[in-house]
């Protein structure tokens, strides 16, 4: 089983900048794609970004469109997203995924999942 680790969150003032990183480890990654979602308290899983490990395509989300960008290494099984001109509320836990057959905005068709990681930020 794929496990998916991220890293990178943390305290930023508004218009500040952050980089989160996830890590995938153990057994066979073959993954079509890989996402970044994220959740505010009291709200919903939002999608953010995708990418497609094939091509590198990506998908972003028109809330972050312009200020965000997601990455990939493929040697090192890595995604990453870039996030400027932060603004509070950007504020929630961001979460990793993969899929094993696209690379949507759809929470249910990714099959493994991170821990999360806290991005709080200020205004």
């Known amino acids: 089983q794929v496990q998916l680790v991220e890293s990178g969150g943390g305290l930023v003032q508004a218009g500040g900048s952050l980089r989160l990183s996830c890590a995938a480890s153990g057994g066979t990654f073959s993954s079509y794609g890989m996402g970044w979602f994220r959740q505010a308290p009291g709200k919903e899983r939002e999608f953010v970004a995708a990418i497609r490990w094939r091509d590198g395509n990506t998908y972003t989300a028109n809330s972050v469109k312009g200020r965000f960008t997601i990455s990939r290494d493929n040697a090192k099984n890595s995604i990453y997203l870039q996030m400027n001109s932060l603004k509070p509320e950007d504020t929630a836990i961001y979460y990793c995924?993969?899929?094993?057959?696209?690379?949507?905005?759809?929470?249910?068709?990714?099959?493994?999942w991170g821990q999360g990681t806290q991005v709080t930020v200020s205004s």
């Open positions: 995924a993969a899929s094993n057959y696209n690379y949507s905005a759809y929470a249910r068709q990714y099959d493994d």
